[in-house]
């Protein structure tokens, strides 16, 4: 606690607040140590950190990763967020599923606690449903949406 130091100097050097943890945490994502640690498989947008292990799967798989380590699948709620997914997408070449479908009632899409989407990015001519099958949501390296399978293995992609 703040109140604990001694007279003499234990507060720390000229200038120091005695603030360490409570108020140097906010300003994390500032550090360069912290941005170098994003450094490739992350994206920092506000406060939202986008996080690929490098790993792939299918949809339900993916998910349980993400919810595992603590995040959820990305779900990115503007353009700003989008374009940190694309970035990702685009470095490791690869598609990733968001943490949007719609599973429950076909065309209506929502996010993992089954609130309708308030931003998306759809390819011209999607969601298409493509042969009945697509309740899944990829992103492409240009940063547009696909509704796709499910059952697809694509990127993992979370966020905490
Ligand atoms: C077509 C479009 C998409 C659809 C996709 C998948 C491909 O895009 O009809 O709307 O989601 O096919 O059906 O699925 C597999 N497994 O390849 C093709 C190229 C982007
Ligand atoms: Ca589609």
Not at 50 to 72: P, V
Not at 116 to 138: A, F, H, L, M, T
Request: proline fraction near 5%; charge should be negative; glycine fraction near 12%.
């Amino acid at each position: 606690p703040k109140g604990d130091r001694g007279p003499t100097g234990e507060k720390g050097a000229k200038g120091d607040t005695g603030d360490r943890g409570e108020c140097q945490q906010n300003n994390l994502e500032l550090s360069p140590y912290f941005l170098a640690l994003t450094f490739p498989n992350g994206k920092i947008v506000g406060d939202k950190i986008f996080m690929t292990s490098g790993y792939e799967g299918n949809f339900d798989d993916l998910k349980k990763k993400c919810m595992q380590a603590g995040g959820q699948l990305a779900s990115p709620r503007n353009n700003e967020e989008n374009a940190a997914v694309q970035q990702i997408v685009f470095t490791h070449d690869k598609s990733v599923f968001l943490g949007i479908n719609d599973i429950q009632t076909e065309g209506k899409f929502t996010y993992l606690d089954g609130k309708p989407i308030v931003y998306s990015n759809w390819q011209p001519g999607e969601p298409n449903n493509d042969k009945g099958i697509e309740d899944c949501v990829q992103v492409f390296s240009t940063g547009k949406w696909n509704d796709k399978s499910c059952d697809e293995r694509l990127l993992i992609l979370c966020e905490f």
